[in-house]
């Protein structure tokens, strides 16, 4: 029986040791700031697609991924006896203009091949929804592949889960056995170090909380932002994507216009109250990708890293590569998720130089 001790209690972590547990391994899961402390104790989860098309190894994983977690966070929610949150209620987005409208019914087609009859890519008309975006063409697409859930509800699930199947939960402990490095922002800055060359870095994210009720309809994308009904009758809008920040947990001005922008492309949260302001810093791997595999200077850790925008999504089929990879000896790490992508000059101390 395999010992691992999982280092950090986001989101990628505890799917890690979840899923690790459910296959028979002894798992210690150590946050000094408890389940979902960091990035992953959000408010927005938007578990959304890439554009179906030009299709990559990424692609491909996020949608066997997406496909996969209706039944992980059922799976999870059963165990724990709590709610994640979840539930595939598909995503709305405007069309501006005809040149939109073209490259929508383009990718409706792509997804006919690539989604596999999974999950649609539809052309809709707007006034159909009761909770739409602002369209000046008066459609918009709707996809069935988005869910959502509630990231602080999932972390708290997963830990629940992980506690009922013999996991502890600890805040402080010894290193045991097999290590998983899930640390987010303090992880990439960890390794970067101890490699002398960047493997990623922090990006601050701001979002909020709207008191308006439709927990059951589709999340929007307009506008390049999330607007997602939760289940428990708010409304989460984000984010902001920011590079240079001081006052990484503060939010200002820019969490001010998000909202403006928002209540202007989604007209009937025009005078939905705010409930909380959100900020936080998330992990993003060199390579853009999530960032996996066994690290290149430490023997027996891994590496669980890079989540960024779409941890939430990308959560059910890591945490399942990464049981492959720790009990098994198994590599179903795609190209462009391993650890080397986001160290190109490391490739030669990757295949054991250092």
């Known amino acids: 029986m395999a010992?691992?001790?999982?280092?950090?209690?986001?989101?990628?972590?505890?799917?890690?040791?979840?899923?690790?547990?459910?296959?028979g391994a002894t798992v210690e899961v150590v946050d000094p700031t408890g389940?979902?402390?960091?990035?992953?104790?959000?408010?927005?989860?938007?578990?959304?697609?890439?554009?179906?098309?030009?299709?990559?190894?990424?692609?491909?994983?996020?949608?066997?991924?997406?496909?996969?977690?209706?039944?992980?966070?059922?799976?999870?929610?059963?165990?724990?006896?709590?709610?994640?949150?979840?539930?595939?209620?598909g995503r709305v987005q405007p069309i501006e203009d005809d040149a939109a409208l073209r490259l929508a019914r383009r990718r409706s087609e792509a997804a006919l091949s690539l989604w596999k009859g999974r999950a649609e890519w539809r052309i809709e008309t707007a006034s159909d929804f009761e909770f739409a975006p602002r369209s000046p063409t008066g459609l918009v697409v709707h996809d069935t592949l988005s869910a959502r859930l509630h990231p602080r509800q999932a972390c708290a699930a997963l830990a629940r889960a992980v506690t009922a199947l013999g996991g502890r939960m600890t805040q402080e402990a010894q290193v045991r056995g097999l290590v998983v490095d899930a640390t987010?922002?303090?992880?990439?800055?960890?390794?970067?170090?101890?490699?002398?060359?960047?493997?990623?870095?922090?990006?601050?994210?701001?979002a909020a909380l709207l008191a308006y009720d439709v927990n059951h309809a589709p999340q929007i994308f307009a506008d390049t932002l999330h607007v997602i009904p939760h289940a428990d009758g708010t409304t989460a809008i984000g984010s902001t994507s920011e590079r240079q920040y001081t006052g990484p947990d503060q939010t200002d001005t820019q969490l001010d216009g998000l909202i403006e922008r928002v209540r202007r492309a989604v007209p009937c949260l025009a005078t939905a109250p705010v409930l909380e302001r959100w900020a936080g810093v998330?992990?993003?791997?060199?390579?853009?990708?999530?960032?996996?595999?066994?690290?290149?200077?430490?023997?027996?850790?891994?590496?669980?890293?890079?989540?960024f925008k779409i941890g939430f999504g990308m959560a059910p089929k890591i945490a399942e590569v990464m049981a492959d990879l720790i009990l098994d000896g198994q590599d179903n790490i795609p190209i462009g998720f391993r650890v080397e992508d986001s160290v190109p000059v490391m490739t030669e101390c990757s295949r054991g130089s250092v």
């Open 3 to 23: 010992e691992i001790t999982i280092k950090g209690a986001g989101i990628l972590g505890l799917s890690i040791a979840f899923v690790c547990l459910r296959r």
């Open 35 to 89: 389940p979902g402390g960091g990035a992953s104790g959000g408010i927005v989860g938007a578990l959304a697609p890439h554009v179906p098309e030009n299709w990559n190894p990424k692609k491909a994983f996020q949608l066997d991924s997406l496909l996969l977690a209706e039944s992980f966070w059922r799976e999870v929610e059963e165990v724990a006896g709590i709610s994640s949150g979840y539930a595939r209620t």
């Open 184 to 206: 987010g922002v303090s992880g990439l800055k960890d390794l970067s170090s101890l490699l002398g060359v960047s493997v990623g870095t922090g990006i601050k994210g701001q």
């Open 282 to 307: 998330r992990p993003r791997a060199r390579s853009r990708a999530p960032m996996l595999g066994p690290c290149p200077v430490r023997p027996n850790h891994f590496i669980a890293n890079g989540g």
